[in-house]
Every structure is written in structure tokens, then in C-alpha cells.
């Protein structure tokens, strides 16, 4: 034997490495698979597992108005791009390695970007293609071109229709859900926002309007009337839904991120983690923007995620068994930035790389367990998504060992289980012998539909080891594969462009609520105004002198980004403008948009200019619990 090769003995079943000869299952249990453990997907949910990672546009009438949620009293002359593509945007998100498309047929403001009869506040009367184009269909077609899925946001939430919060509503939105059922071919996914209630335009009543959201939707009759139609469309978000919120809209997954869920609405927390052996499978989809906003805003053209960033993000997301759903936002042309196109294309060319060679081919795999040879430690390596290795019923807590080929230098570990048959793996460890002994290199809990382990640096190895330390049942490992990161060119971002705003040193801060106020103006998010509040419906202030007298368009305010506890961003504002500091006008008033959420800039634009000296800020009640309020950065914008 003394002139076999180990590899040769490893192929004959002669020998192991670190495991022993392998055991297998008695023949009755090597012919049946493993029993389903606990909560498993649908089949449209697991398809929408293997899309990974697409695209979101949010692209409206907000496009046009600079801001982020429009009132509902837009004009649809507004909607006027100068020259839309949407095989241009379609293209990048394809080049971004991006599987599909999620558009936002209607945001928040109510306007339609598709010619519905339902309402005249859609893009029939619009300049767009003469009032006789279809963004919906444009987009729709050209997704089915490049090959790419197409799915459509539908804000439950209209500021602009007069019945919202009345019956008369929920006829007329389940009318708009049939329309885009019914219109654009197979859908992957229908997105129902979270949003719902609050200030509103609302037909011309211009109040506040809350709805329980739960009893007013009756969110079981949307999602089987989206599935009458559209049987194969994941549902995303209200509890009953097919996927979850990740509860962040910064793009990151909790580690673990169980696909597995409470039976109840979640909090944010619940939804960035998941529960293990959860009786729903509600799996995660981690949102974010490419930009620090959803919809275009010139002033962001240099604060783009770049190449690198996207990469961390994928970490952050896919790799952690999330899908991702990355958002694109066109421009007034009504076409993607050219820096937004290349970051795409960089990180996209990279991850191409990456993936393109497995780097475990040609391993031998064995296993200290194996159920049978439908089952064998072989399969994690034959590429087929729809086999596995497994071990007999009473074996929860395997090892199985890939002896790699030599000269093969590899920095990511790719694991899966088989989803069909739940999430059976609690927690697991890897190894790696890189010729002196097994070393761990990662441990950690949940693999489900895939756990990406990325090491510090690459490495040779001449075995990988994965052991499952924690297990209810037997395993279910679909894959273990090996790659080596290609690095993404560079993306040279613009020079950030100087927003016409009102500097600090062209005022004087005249009083304010708290000490500290500085931070709000230090161009600095990492600081923030720290505000105790007494109730949630307190109003902290700060009051502004100038210098001379300043005609202002507006502000953006910027909540605080820190992980703080017992502190909370501001839940609305009023602004007011005096010409000697005793008599005052407002300048405007309104809430905060998903600020407790989304923690993002908030860009409010006055409605009327008033040149003045002094202007007051109120910062009302608190957006959730807590006995702080908390803002990074307040600037002040000149009117145009």
C-alpha cells in the first residue's frame, strides 16, 4: 500500500482524512431522505432564494421635486424626462451582476407610472412620451430582454386620493394591485410598503390621517389576490407575507439572520435577526440605496457607494443568506448617473470573477457519516442545488473534509443547506490544515440558504473541514465550494458639489433648547445634538440670527445614524421667519418621512419664500420611545 497515493486511497474509500472510515445509514434510511425539520419555504420562496441579489428603482414624480416622499399635490406636468431608458438602467443593474428588477409603480405621493384609468394623477397627463408612454411596460420589456426578473412596489400609503383611510380606498388600491397583475407578464415579487398614514394632500383636505394598518388592508385578501394572479410573486413585508424587512435600511443583515420567524408582527430587531425554529419561514430582504438616498438628488452624485463598499455590502447581505435589493436611482433624464454605471460595472466584473471558478472541483470529499450514496459526502461538491449530503437520522453533529487539489489559493468558503428540507444546522465550525494541523478559521450560527465566509487573507490548504457543532436534526449540506476574490477597479467618484446653502459663519445661533447645538451644524453626521425630552410630544428649538438678511428654500436635516440607547430622531418640524426676532411667520410644518426607520437626510423645500433675519426650528415629539432626541446635521438651503 506503501505506493498508493493518499488521494488514491481517499477515491477507493480506503482511508480518511481526520475522520475515520466513513459509516453509513442502514439501507432502509439510505433509500429515503431525511423528514422536513420545522418551517420550510414555498416554492416561489425558494425560488426567490436563489435570485440573490436585484435591483430597486425609485423613480417618480420625486425625481422632479428634489424630494424623497412627495405630499400628494404634485402636478403630473412635473414627470417630464428629458430622455428615459429603461433598457440603460436595466442594462447597468445587469452589468451590477443584479438578477432582477423591483420598480416602484406608485410611491407614497400617489402618482401612477402607468396610464391607469383609475386615476388622473399618473403619467397620462404627464409630458412623458406625450401623455401616451408606459414606464411600467418599458421597464417590463426590457427586463424581459436582458433576461432579467421584473417585479413592482405598490405604496399602500396615498397622500394624493381623497378616500385614503375610508373603504373606498382599499377598492380602488385592489383595483391598482389587479391592473399590475394583470398587465406586465410574470411578476417576482409585489412590495408592499410599510409606510401607511400620516400627513397628506389627500384631495385637497390637507390633514393627518392614521389607519391601523393591520384591519384597514386586511393584508391576507392582498397578498391571494396578488397570487390569484400572480401564483409564482413573492409578497414582501406585512406579517403573512413571503419575505420580511431586515429591519435596517443600511443594507446589513443580523449575523445569524434565521429565515424562520415568530408568528406576530416583528419588531426591528426581530426582523434583522430572525428566531431559530420559527414556526413561519419569512425570510429576510436587506434594502438599501447606492446613494444615501432612494430617489436622485444631484448633490449625492459624489456620495455613490463605490466598488469596494458594494462588496462589504454583499458581506453584509447575501453572504449572511438575505437577498439583496440594491437601489438604482434614475436622474431627470430619466436614465442612471454615469458614476452609478460604473461602480455597477466594476462591482459586477469583480463578482464575475470571483465566481466564476469554483475552486473545490476536482476535491474528494469524505465524511465520518454518510445517509447512503444517494447521500454521500460527494455532493456537496457535483454542483446540483437538488442534492445533499446527510447522515442517518441520529447523527445531528458530522464532520465532512474536502481534500483540495494543491496550488489552489482561495479566501471565500461557500456553504449551503438544502432549503427544502428546513434549516437544520445550528451552529458550525470550519477548519483548514494548511500543512501543520487543523486550524479554525470561522464558527458561527445559521447557514439556510447560504453562509459566505470570507478569510483575511488567501490561502493554500491542503484540507477544509466543516463540523456541525449544534443540530437538531441530521444535516442537509447542499454545497461547499471555494473561491478567490478578484478585487474591483476602482471608481473615481465627483467632486462633491458645493449645495447652494447658507454657511454657518453667515450666523449666529440666538437660542437654543440644549447645550451643544454646534454639532448640528459642524458638518459632521458622526456628532449630534443630544436633546433630553420630557414626553414624546416635546418640542426642542433653535433659533438662528443672521448676519444680513437670507431668503431661504429650505433644509436638510439629518438624523443620527449612532446606535444610541433612550434616543430617537425628531417626528416632525415647523419653521418659522422673523424680521426682527418678536414677530413671526411660518415658512412651513410637516412630518418627518419613515425617519425612525430609514434614518435618512430629510430634505424639506419651503412652499413659500420669505426674506428674513431670524428663522426658528421646532423639532416636535419623537419618531419612537425613548427620553432623548437626536440630530446629526441641520443645513440650511438657499432659494432658488
Known sequence: MSSLSRRTLLASGLATAGVGAARAAPRAAADAPPAAYGATP??????????????????????????????????????????????????AAKAGGLRGIVLTAKHHDGFCLWPTMLTEHCVRNSPFRGGKGDVVR???????????????????????????????????????????????GRLFEFWFDGANGGDGYYGGARETRTIDAAAYYDWPSMFALVHRYQPLACTFEPLGSDARWVGNEDGVAGDPCWPTMPDHKPSQAEGNAGLRDGPLWWPAETNTSIRPGWFYHADEDAK??????????????VARGTNLILNLPPDRRGRLADVDTAVLRAFGDAQRATYAVDLAKGAIAHADHERGVRFAAA??????????????????????????????????????????????????????????????????????????????????????????????????????ALFRQTAPVAVALPRPRAPDTVPPSAWSIASS??????????????TSWRVPVADRSMAVTVVLKFDHRQRLGGFVLTPSRAVMTDAAPPRRYRVEASVDGETWSDLGAGEF?????????????????????????SFIGLASSAHHMAIADLKLLRAG
Do not use: M
Open 379 to 480: 455532493k456537496v461538491l457535483d454542483g446540483d442545488p437538488d442534492s445533499y449530503w446527510s447522515t442517518p437520522d441520529g447523527v445531528h453533529t458530522p464532520q465532512i473534509v474536502l481534500d483540495v487539489p494543491p496550488g489552489r489559493s482561495f479566501d471565500i468558503i461557500r456553504i449551503r443547506e438544502y432549503l427544502p428540507l428546513g434549516v437544520r444546522v445550528t451552529r458550525f465550525a470550519v477548519d483548514l490544515d494548511t500543512g501543520s494541523g487543523w486550524r479554525e478559521v470561522a464558527s458561527g450560527a445559521c447557514i439556510a440558504a447560504q453562509r459566505i465566509v470570507r478569510l483575511a487573507a488567501p490561502v493554500q490548504a491542503r484540507r477544509l473541514r466543516l463540523r456541525i457543532t449544534d443540530a437538531p436534526v441530521c444535516p442537509a449540506i447542499s454545497e461547499i
Open 304 to 317: 455613490v457607494k463605490d466598488p469596494q463598499r458594494l462588496v462589504r455590502l454583499h458581506d453584509e447581505s
Open 138 to 184: 418599458e421597464f417590463e420589456q426590457a427586463c424581459r430582454r436582458a433576461g432579467l426578473a421584473f417585479g413592482l412596489y405598490l405604496s399602500p400609503w396615498d397622500r394624493n386620493h381623497a378616500d385614503y383611510g375610508r373603504p373606498a380606498y382599499i377598492d380602488y388600491y385592489r383595483k391598482q394591485i389587479v391592473e399590475l397583475c394583470t398587465r406586465y
Open 593 to 617: 418621512s419613515n425617519i425612525a426607520n430609514a434614518l435618512s437626510p430629510q430634505r424639506i423645500a419651503f412652499e413659500t419664500v420669505t426674506s428674513c433675519a431670524y428663522v426658528r426650528f
Open 42 to 91: 414555498s416554492p416561489r420562496q425558494l425560488a426567490w432564494h436563489r435570485r440573490e441579489q436585484y435591483a430597486f428603482v425609485h423613480f417618480s414624480i420625486n425625481t422632479f421635486t428634489d424630494r424623497e416622499w412627495g405630499y400628494g399635490d404634485e402636478s403630473p406636468a412635473l414627470f417630464d424626462p428629458t430622455d428615459f431608458s429603461a433598457e440603460q438602467i436595466v442594462d
Open 513 to 526: 433648547s440644549g447645550p451643544d447645538v454646534e454639532a448640528l451644524f459642524d458638518d459632521d453626521v458622526g
